[in-house]
């Protein structure tokens, strides 16, 4: 049965009623954590409750594995944690599901096992017994097809999540072991000559495209893959990506944002270039237009990081408020906004304790526009909603205007003030439609900011005073500082005190390391940030996706890759650094895999611009092209001989 379709309301609603219930003996999770606001819940059991409280059905976590509900999670953004995770090390096993005559793939899934043995080869009993938790169990069925029935055809049935190390049965050379299963709702064909090798019960998968199609059906192609990736920015709070040209250090660090939870309203991206500077970053003065369109001054405006931050320390706050406050703050919201829009289209007229009359013109995200006719020397004034917001949540009696100036410990009143204190006091008259039962909670969400060619900008032109912040030993209040702007900051604002970066803020920086300004990544930098090399074979799947690689052309891809930069690597005035990823490699789709195309309106520009002024003779350039080519060559070869 497919998991139901859930709200995150009902989830919402199911986390609180664990937090109050607990978790029964047996619904644990052996796998996976669902981790919410650092709390960490059995994904399968949230499911069901969530299932219980909306339609009243019985609290049954049978229905599904754990691997589809942390797959069900994970698409909607939420964190898992992996108990077992699938490291590079992991085995993949391709493994037969026929034993005495009956196919037994349905008794496996339904019952999540696998078990097998008696076979008379002693290689495949070897790998039965090596089996362990951890692993990847992919079946199979192999037969033939085509002339003569030539042509090796694997079929792909399920795949599976080994829950357990093997273990031998009471039957003599009889092995099981515990494995959540995906079904696949239409069986996988692969065919080819590599398929023929697997016709027993258990071997090891050495093919990099059923690999990649296992990972994306147990739902790993993102979390897994980039698990170390992961612990490292959650360590560090700052990383960079470096390495050769064209590894894909961009795509990765939004990969690692993903696998972070974080979903697109989480995510910030910039690209640093020279004439990058604070103003865009952190905050700058720019021109201030009127209601006529035309500049009348200068105001504050926050940069990119600054705003992202904001957004960032709100849900850190939100996240440690009650239900009730929450829920009361949502009311208050909804009742400011509704009063508030109804004034304008009405026209409705407000009048302050003196008399005079004014209107509500209109709404900005924070401030409301009001005129006052009878005012000749201010008759258009902007009340600030914050303001009106903290006052109707507050418990203190507001009885007249000057107890506005006093809330707020002002000096002196303000002429606005009495506008607020009209507006409060209607406001505040009205029914209160508070649903006391509804529940409201807010995750605790992590925020990735990316910063692309973070080398090609001037680090102390654009952090300037953020640089001490931004160390992962001063996240939070603790790092707070005063920006060059800190008197024009709004005293209502979220860093109107000084401004800091939230302990749920991490930052992950790519630089190519051939570019010339890369001597600008100082010993300061190396402080604050975590630099991890990128190396072109560390990248290799990109060329194996199962949906964005290169399908068939991708072993011969990498063949001619790694070729080419072994060559690289051992040609005088080069090195790694100049390795060509596989970014390069990807553009073979534009040319329906025509590698001399690549070459020529790709590959071979970048190396005679590596090689320029030390490859005179030209030389160099013949190395790295017959290198680049030699796989072609070879395989030329291998057909005539097989002829």
């Not at 033939?144 to 042509?151: V, W």
């Not at 170390?228 to 939004?254: E, M, R």
Request: aromatic share 12%; glycine share 6%.
């Amino acid at each position: 049965m497919a998991i139901p379709e859930l709200s995150r309301e009902n989830i919402n609603q199911a986390l609180l009623y664990i937090d109050e219930n607990g978790v029964p003996p047996g619904y644990g999770s052996k796998a996976y954590d669902l981790i919410v606001n650092g709390k960490k819940y059995p994904p399968k059991y949230v499911v069901a409750v969530a299932r219980h409280l909306k339609d009243g059905a019985a609290i049954d976590t049978s229905d599904y594995n754990g691997v589809e509900a942390k797959n069900y999670f994970k698409a909607r953004g939420y964190e898992i944690f992996v108990k077992k995770e699938i490291l590079p090390e992991t085995n993949y096993w391709l493994t037969g599901t026929f034993f005495n005559k009956k196919d037994m793939i349905d008794d496996f899934v339904a019952d999540s096992y696998w078990e097998g043995g008696q076979v008379n080869s002693s290689a495949i009993m070897t790998s039965i017994k090596s089996v362990k938790k951890g692993d990847v169990l992919i079946a199979k069925s192999t037969t033939t097809k085509g002339p003569n029935h030539s042509i090796p055809l694997l079929k792909v049935k399920a795949v599976g999540l080994v829950m357990s190390d093997m273990w031998q049965t009471e039957e003599p050379n009889w092995y099981k072991c515990d494995v959540e299963w995906i079904k696949l709702p239409e069986y996988k064909d692969y065919e080819g000559t590599a398929y023929g090798k697997y016709l027993g019960t258990m071997h090891l998968c050495k093919e990099q495209n059923l690999i990649g199609f296992a990972k994306k059906v147990l739902g790993i192609t993102v979390i897994d893959d980039c698990s170390s990736y992961v612990n490292l920015l959650k360590a560090n709070h700052n990383i960079i990506l470096h390495g050769a040209p064209g590894t894909g250090k961009t795509y990765l660090a939004k990969k690692i944002a993903k696998a972070m939870g974080c979903g697109d309203d989480e995510i910030g991206f910039v690209q640093f270039h020279q004439s990058y500077d604070y103003t865009d970053f952190v905050e700058g003065l720019r021109p201030a237009k009127n209601h006529e369109d035309k500049v009348s001054g200068f105001e504050l405006k926050k940069g990119v990081f600054k705003n992202f931050c904001e957004q960032a320390e709100k849900n850190w706050v939100d996240s440690k408020k009650t239900s009730n406050e929450l829920q009361r703050e949502k009311s208050v919201d909804e009742r400011i906004e509704t009063f508030l829009n109804e004034a304008v289209d009405s026209k409705k007229e407000f009048e302050i304790a003196t008399g005079n009359k004014f209107y509500v013109e209109n709404l900005t995200e924070n401030f409301i526009e009001v005129s006052v006719p009878a005012n000749e020397k201010s008759n258009e004034l902007n009340l600030k909603i914050s303001e009106l917001k903290q006052l109707l949540l507050s418990d203190k009696e507001i009885i007249k205007g000057k107890d506005v100036r006093e809330f707020f410990s002002r000096k002196r009143r303000l002429q606005e003030d009495s506008y607020i204190f009209a507006l409060y006091q209607q406001l505040k008259s009205l029914d209160d439609k508070n649903n006391q039962d509804e529940k409201i909670k807010v995750d605790l969400k992590k925020y990735v900011f990316i910063i692309d060619e973070i080398n090609r900008g001037e680090i102390s032109k654009i952090f300037g005073e953020l640089f001490f912040s931004i160390d992962p030993g001063y996240r939070g209040e603790k790092g707070r500082i005063k920006t060059q702007y800190q008197n024009l900051v709004d005293e209502d604002e979220v860093f109107a005190k000084g401004f800091f970066v939230p302990e749920n803020v991490y930052i992950i920086g790519t630089m190519n390391d051939i570019d010339r300004s890369v001597e600008s990544m100082d010993f300061a930098m190396h402080r604050r940030f975590a630099f991890k090399e990128i190396k072109a074979d560390d990248r290799i799947e990109m060329l194996t996706d199962t949906e964005k690689g290169l399908g068939e052309n991708a072993e011969e891809a990498i063949k001619r890759m790694q070729s080419l930069n072994k060559a690289i690597e051992t040609t005088e005035g080069l090195s790694s650094a100049y390795d060509v990823g596989p970014a390069y490699f990807l553009k073979l789709k534009n040319y329906d895999g025509d590698f001399q195309q690549l070459w020529d309106y790709h590959i071979e520009g970048v190396l005679r611009e590596y090689l320029r002024g030390i490859d005179d003779d030209g030389k160099k350039y013949e190395k790295l092209k017959n290198a680049y080519f030699i796989a072609e060559l070879k395989e030329e070869k291998a057909g005539k001989t097989e002829e």
